[in-house]
């Protein structure tokens, strides 16, 4: 029933391919992933800064669920710069889409406390499309559609742009991941004139903000969120409130506006090593179906500075 279930969903996922936005891979622990959706990031926490995260959506869903795993390295370079790279790698029933984008920023100084960031993302997107992944229902088994119209290794350039500010207790970005509205395939590349098949990349925005309270000398409280805006689909939402206790361990909970609530965990194993997991369960009908969603992220740093030891960043 659940496999029935999932290819119904992904069949209406490329139906909406005609004039529809493609939306970018969603995370529950942002506040984590910041160097994926803005450039500017890169560099910011002043050590040499590698990331992994994997997300696995819709548990026991069925085959072709969402997962999506991410990869960054970023480090401080030269006066004011940071250079980093952003791996993306998002599956979903029958599509594998891969992004590979180099990371930039450069920074302005505007007070001893802060400073503003710009970042430029540059980079390729790459989509694998195979039908023979979908449990498709019998009447659709010798459609010549399904059959004739994989796509293998289709590039796209990617650029995109963002600002980051940031002071000891404060943060906020905005940024565009990819400025290009290109298209994945069309009508003329599928030779068949009578179905409307256009992938259409629209530009995504996003919105993060986060601020930093000392309730006492061993716990801090961290609201923040992220909106991500894109033509042809609903604003996403989604806000957070974490704790630290000692500097070692993190609770939290979030809210994505009518799609999921979740729990986060994060143990900062070591002054290198950070590890955190989140659980979103869904708000809507798809929980009937599913058993929630996973993420899982380890953050390695070395630091390049020795005073970054004793003054751990929440952000």
Known sequence: MKHSYLTLLILILLGTFSSKAQQDPQYTQYMYNTEVVNPAYAGNREALSFGLLYRTQWVNFGDGAPNT??????????NNMGLGLSVVNDRIGPSIET????DYSYSINTSETAKLSFGLKAGVDILDLDYSRLNLPRDLYNDPYFDENNIDNKLQPQIGAGIYYNTEKFYAGLSVPNFLTTKHFDESSLGNTSVETTAAERMHYFLIAGYVFDLSDNLKFKPATLFKMVSGSPLQ??????????DKVTLGAAYRWSAAMSGLVGFQATDQIFIGFAYDYQTTDIEAYSDGSYEVMLRFELFNKPERVLTPRFF
């Open 99 to 102: 992004n590979f984008n180099i």
């Open 237 to 246: 939402a989604d806000v957070s409130a974490n704790f630290l206790l000692y």
């Open 69 to 78: 795993g991410t990869f960054t390295v970023n480090s401080p370079v030269g």
